[in-house]
């Protein structure tokens, strides 16, 4: 009787569909695995199904949705379906919204598009690592790489005045070293060196700096928004990046402060 | 005005067995060894002796600009140590006038604003400033520069200028560091005539030089060696 | 000469280093100011967007960004109406839609309004959509860039197809353009045709009258909008009413927080970026001038004269730059604004970069600030130099 009685309750159990939650969802409704739940599909609570929690998932983070409260589930689409469905549109069951295309050959996603979409004209086919001209974070990551050019151009500034004054208090010497017959261009090539020098390493701290507040800040937004996504990521190309572009600017910045020490009159470098 | 028996007046400036020890890395260096020394009013002392013998220590201590490791220095009774910097910067401004060596004349004023400077921080009303800078101008004989900035002047002229900013609060002391360290002869004999005119309207003028020509000029002449000055 | 006057000199003197930390200081405070419009620029924009339309409680089916359809919204409407305080209740639906003309086909979004005098658009041309028209006949309001794109204006004849789910194959309808209008919340590149409820309902094909998507209500003067939205939430606790401000909060909270974010991120680093570079400058311009420090302190010059000129020369420097900043920052804002317009979907009338006075206050309080931080460490290193051993120094270097 009792095994009876535990076959039929198993048995009614496996009879409820699966539904995977999500993390957020598990823990506003306090759900676990195995819980049984009902979803509505119709603000006044019409159209339900039950279902049985197999399982928690982590929602892959979408950065355009990084603030939202993700309260989601996972269904099998013939579940969802039939919850879903518009019983007068007998075309809703049969409706979807997309689909996802794993190739055995990556490389070929272009090439699948082309086909499909040559094939079924109606539907819209892009490659998943496409980014379009006017998608939302091509036009975020122009915003950013104006931003850095506007930093860049301010520190310039700040470093061509910086190296005037270290021009200026060795001016003396730069007169000296003139007169005992050291050449302009060795001169040149000096605070060029001090220049890149300088800049370089400035660049190395500045990405050392990025990397030790990176953890910071993705821990920071990460518990803020209660979400996995990575906000910064320091990758060796950018911190390459970062010190090509350095680099110049010193060097620049040294010569075009010393430009004139360089120039001038010997003897009026010793007048203060 | 003609200098009365400096003997016979109080002393401005009186050092009672100051030291002056600087710590340095390789161990301390002591610049000044138990030195006394009194200036009166209207008297013009010239220090002389070989570099490094703390005869700039000891203007420094004079003009209270440093104090001292030990011993005291009283300027017009008043124990220097223990001023505060306010007070020591006060009577910097007021009762001694500074003439460097290297002039240090700020750049970016012209000469009757360098003049002006000493004038303006002690309070004294624009009008008066103008008068006493004219007054000074003429006194080192450079009306015609009063516009012009320090990099426009030559360095007997820029000398003659600080001169003349050192005076401007009518100080009771005059302390000059070399003076003439920079200048050539010529230039020096210049400077020198507008120390002994200095002298002659009665301030007390206290200077280090290794000009023996300038030192001549003083009435009454000391010598340093090793921090201490050496008897007569 | 006062310490305003000394720092003058000095920053003459040395103008090729002040002109250079004054740019320095403009580049990144117009920063700083753009991230400041930033910070409630979308926020602002979007309210005054909202406030634009005309109406101020907005009723939906749902709580959320999905769209379905109010159950029963005639009759809601109807008891709307009634509400004290509403003045105007208009009813609206969105469907896509092709229009056909000479030039060929385009999609647009079919928008269809139950009769009212009141308009969630704003006419600008042409008579408009009159509910006196015959039941057959299908009047078409249009957005301002569609004469241009497909070559009829006023008074044309257009053919609408909709497309309920993408596809369709319901017969099209033609429409007359009574009217050219703006729509406040029609994106960029996208097009928008506003007809009556009925013309949308033939065009969809519906035999029944549909419900609609959102109910607009416009409040009389004086009325009071949160009890309003109480009482339709009395009358139908199955909907969701919202005024303009609830909308506005739930998008400051859902919406716009990446800009919020980045805002508060960038202003914070730019500041700390001035202070940095102009106390660095600064310290750098001090150790260069110690020897005339020195003098002065020797001269008699109070350590308090001193760190004014000091506090002053730093307060040029800032304050020259910062003024400067916001010139150059209108222009950056402009550029900043246009390129993060280029956003798939965005409104046309959308902008994320919005002047208020409270960013200029903040802006000009900051760099204040900033001044007196970066001149902190200076002050104190001229204040506390030893005079004797920097004349020395100077005597001897």
């Known amino acids: ?272 | 005005m003609t200098p009365a028996d400096p003997e016979r007046r109080p002393p401005i400036v009186d050092v009672q067995h100051a030291s002056r020890i600087f710590p340095m890395t390789a161990g301390p260096v002591a610049a000044l060894r138990d030195v006394t020394l009194s200036v009166h009013s209207g008297e013009y002392v010239a220090i002389t002796g070989p570099s490094g013998c703390g005869k700039s220590t000891l203007l420094h201590l004079v003009g209270c600009v440093d104090t001292p490791t030990s011993g005291a220095v009283l300027f017009e009774g008043r124990d220097v140590a223990a001023l505060s910097e306010g007070d020591r910067s006060r009577i910097r401004l007021t009762r001694i006038g500074f003439v460097f060596q290297r002039f240090f004349l700020l750049p970016m004023l012209t000469a009757a604003e360098n003049i002006e400077l000493p004038q303006s921080e002690a309070g004294a009303p624009l009008s008066d400033r103008r008068l006493r800078t004219r007054t000074l101008l003429e006194y080192v004989g450079l009306s015609d520069r009063a516009d012009h900035l320090p990099s426009q002047l030559s360095g007997g002229e820029m000398q003659r200028i600080a001169i003349a900013r050192a005076l401007a609060n009518r100080p009771a002391l005059l302390v000059a560091d070399e003076p003439t360290g920079e200048l050539d002869e010529a230039t020096g004999d210049h400077v020198a005539d507008l120390f002994d005119r200095v002298h002659a309207d009665g301030t007390a003028i206290l200077l280090v030089t290794h000009n023996p020509t300038l030192a001549a000029r003083a009435s009454r002449r000391l010598t340093m060696a090793s921090g201490s000055i050496l008897p007569c | 000469m006062t310490p305003l006057a000394l720092a003058w000199r000095t920053t003459v003197r040395y103008r090729a280093r002040a002109i250079l930390a004054i740019v320095g200081v403009a580049v990144i405070g117009a920063l700083l100011f753009d991230m400041l419009l930033l910070s409630r620029g979308l926020l602002v924009s979007f309210a005054r967007l909202l406030n634009a339309e005309g109406f101020d409680v907005r009723i939906v089916a749902t709580q959320g960004l999905t769209r379905l359809p109010i159950p029963d919204s005639a009759a809601l409407a109807q008891a709307v109406r009634a509400v004290p305080g509403v003045a105007d209740v208009v009813a609206i639906r969105a469907e896509s839609a092709d229009v056909r003309t000479d030039r060929g086909s385009r999609r647009v979004t079919l928008v269809g309004r139950s009769g009212t005098n009141a308009n969630p658009w704003r006419l600008v041309r042409g008579p408009g959509l009159t509910d006196a028209a015959s039941p057959a006949a299908c009047e078409a309001v249009v957005d301002r860039a569609f004469p241009s794109a497909f070559g009829a204006d006023v008074g044309a004849q257009i053919q609408v197809t909709a497309l309920p789910s993408g596809q369709s194959a319901l017969p099209a309808i033609g429409c007359r353009i009574v009217g050219i209008a703006d729509f406040g919340f029609s994106a960029s590149g996208e097009h928008t045709v506003a007809t009556t409820m009925a013309a949308l309902q033939r065009a969809m094909g519906d035999t029944r009258e549909g419900d609609a998507e959102v109910i607009l209500v416009s409040t009389a003067a004086g009325a009071e909008r949160e009890a309003i939205v109480r009482a339709i939430g009395r009358l139908r606790p199955d909907v969701r009413a919202y005024s303009n401000a609830d909308v506005v909060e739930q998008f400051d909270r859902n919406g716009f927080a990446y800009f919020r974010q980045i805002s508060v991120v960038l202003s914070t680093l730019t500041t700390a970026f001035a202070f940095l570079l102009v106390a660095t400058l600064l310290t750098v311009s001090i150790n260069q001038r110690l020897g005339e420090i020195a003098v002065l302190r020797a001269l008699g010059i109070a350590r308090q004269r001193i760190a004014r000129m000091l506090f002053w020369e730093s307060a040029l420097l800032v304050g020259v730059g910062a003024l400067a900043a916001l010139p150059l920052g209108g222009v950056l804002a402009v550029g900043l604004d246009r390129l993060l317009r280029q956003m798939p979907g965005l409104p046309e009338g959308l902008h994320f970069f919005v002047f208020e006075p409270r960013a200029l206050v903040v802006h000009l309080a900051v760099f204040g600030v900033t001044a007196a931080a970066s001149a902190a460490y200076p002050i104190w290193l001229a204040a506390r130099l030893p005079i004797a051993e920097t004349l020395r120094r100077e005597i001897v270097g």
């Open chain 1, 1 to 272: 009787m009792v095994a009876a009685a535990a076959l039929l309750t198993l048995a009614m159990l496996q009879a409820s569909p699966a539904i995977l939650v999500s993390r957020q969802l598990a823990a506003r409704a306090h759900l676990k695995v195995g819980d049984e739940v009902t979803l509505a599909t119709e603000p006044n609570g019409g159209r339900t199904a039950t279902f049985r929690v197999t399982g928690v998932y982590e929602p892959t983070p979408d950065p355009m949705r990084f603030t939202a409260q993700r309260i989601e589930a996972r269904l099998h689409l013939p579940d969802l379906i039939a919850l879903a469905a518009d019983p007068r549109d007998p075309a809703s069951a049969e409706a979807i919204g997309a689909i996802n295309v794993a190739l055995t050959d990556p490389s070929g996603a272009r090439a699948f598009a082309n086909d499909v979409a040559s094939t079924v004209p109606t539907v819209v086919v892009r490659p998943a690592a496409d980014m379009r001209e006017g998608d939302v974070f091509a036009v975020i990551d122009r915003f950013h790489v104006a931003i850095s050019i506007v930093t860049v151009v301010g520190a310039t500034a700040f470093l061509l005045a910086l190296m005037l004054i270290r021009a200026e208090e060795r001016r003396e010497t730069i007169a000296v070293l003139r007169l005992i017959g050291i050449s302009q261009r060795s001169l040149l090539a000096s605070v060029a060196v001090e220049g890149l020098v300088i800049a370089t390493a400035g660049a190395i701290f500045g990405v050392a700096l990025a990397l030790a507040s990176e953890r910071l800040v993705n821990a920071y937004f990460q518990a803020r928004y209660d979400t996995a996504l990575v906000f910064i990521r320091v990758t060796a190309p950018l911190a390459l990046r970062s010190v090509a572009v350095a680099a110049p600017l010193g060097v620049v910045a040294g010569i075009a402060a010393s430009w004139t020490l360089l120039r001038r009159n010997i003897l009026s470098l010793f007048r203060r």
